[in-house]
């Protein structure tokens, strides 16, 4: 068998693993970031100012909050459920120094602290949990496309074949998810009915990049005859393409319903498009072709899966595009928040129980087919990683509470303490260049340039697959391969974010 026919085997006919898994995977971004956090207010409560050094916040960034990734889709994978347990102990470790170190409420009773983080003001315009969300799909991402190709990495997490829930096909659904929260419509820079088809007219100039992206990758992969699953996408297509065009089509979508009810929107897709594919042959049509025997002959043929996807993506699109105009709404109180993370636990446990209906009556989970219960899935997942966020920014602001304010990249600042009429913004110049300097962050420098990050991660990837024989490297070699590849990607982010460079034509 030849390594192109050998490295698709290795990715093919694949099962993936439990919801609860991937649920406990997910919890670990939220807590790195609560335990980087937590270690940068440890260091400016000790040594009395913030760390400065670029050198070191870039270590401290890939340390904390991209090398536990790698290590937990390769050698600890197996002790999986133990890695939030350690790190969640030793946050609570940190936090405990803190609170014994505080500046702030010293002799002030527990009650009134907390009746005082309630009343903290929060910038209303900076979302950091958002931004977090949207970045961590993307290191997610990059360092799953290249470590599946690796054999220390379990192949219950590669994509499945047809039915199943991978954590690389929540990776795909997040970031439709991610790109939705953000959009336009969302942003609300098209106030009026008038306006909307200007919006339109953006959307069809913003979403060219990437369909001269997936033209590239298409022929370069052709051309240098990389391997392929042609289950995942088809024959030609590529996630380029279905992500641009879900992005226009939703835009169009969003000029005729009131962007408020696109959640309507979204459940009537997904249901009309699960109604079809059960009372008609669509379903045998995407899973085995035309004639029964997956041929590949013809374009709808050979790219069935790209294209009949779309409906399913499109809906969790539109899903998001909801749940992005109720986050963003202008809120400035602490108690707003909890209220938020209250309304969204009780969406995700509802549409758990949905989901459960979907998988038991209607079909399983098939992200081959973007099906009902994908879509479920896949929304209730992305607000579980979002909840968990949001906790972990509101943790962070009471442990600055408690010291009284202190610099943390990613994280809500106060614009007014609960004690005091003094604001925060206020501050004098050498402060605001403190913060600017402290704005250099991994989190910051990905958020800057995704697509960029999002492409480099794919050529890296290529460049790898071809000069290294992946599927028979040794652990060592495999974890210093996929650390360098990461730390590649994330120094030229940084760079990038570092000289202020926007690599950006549309």
Known sequence: MSQKLLKEAFISNLNGTSLLEISIGLTLAPLCIACRGLLLILYNLHYGRPLRSRKYHLLLDFTVLVAPFVLCCTILSSVLPLLPITIGAFCAGLFYKIYNRRNHYIRTPPKQVIRDFLKTSLEPDYIPSITVFRVYVNVLTAINILAVDFPQYPRRYAKTETYGTGAMDFGVGAFIFGNALVCPEVRQKTGVVQSRFSCLARQLLSVWPLVFVGLGRLISVKAVEYHEHFSEYGVHWNFFFTLAIVRMTASLLLTLFPTNKSWIVAVILAVFYQFILDTTHLKMFVLYGSDGKDTRVGFLNANREGVFSLYGYLAIYMASV???????????????????????????????????????????????????????????????????????????????????????PCCWNFTQSPNTDTKHDSEPTSVKREKRWLSICIINAIDKNQLVFFLLANVMTGIVNMMIDTIHSNTSFTLFVLHLYMFTNCLIMYILHAKNILLKCW
């Not at 109720?326 to 969204?344: H, N, Q, S």
């Not at 129980?353 to 973007?370: D, G, T, W």
């Not at 979002?386 to 009284?404: A, G, M, Q, S, W």
């Open 322 to 408: 909801q749940v992005g105009l109720y986050v963003l709404k202008k809120r400035t109180l602490v108690r707003d928040w909890i209220e938020v993370i209250c309304f969204l636990l009780l969406t995700v446990f509802i549409l758990f129980i949905f989901l459960h209906m979907s998988q038991v009556y209607v079909e399983p989970v098939s992200r081959r087919m973007a099906n009902l219960s994908f879509c479920i899935w896949i929304v209730a997942q992305c607000l579980i990683f979002l909840i968990c966020f949001l906790v972990t920014d509101l943790i962070l602001v009471f442990t600055k509470l408690l010291v009284n304010g202190s610099r943390v």
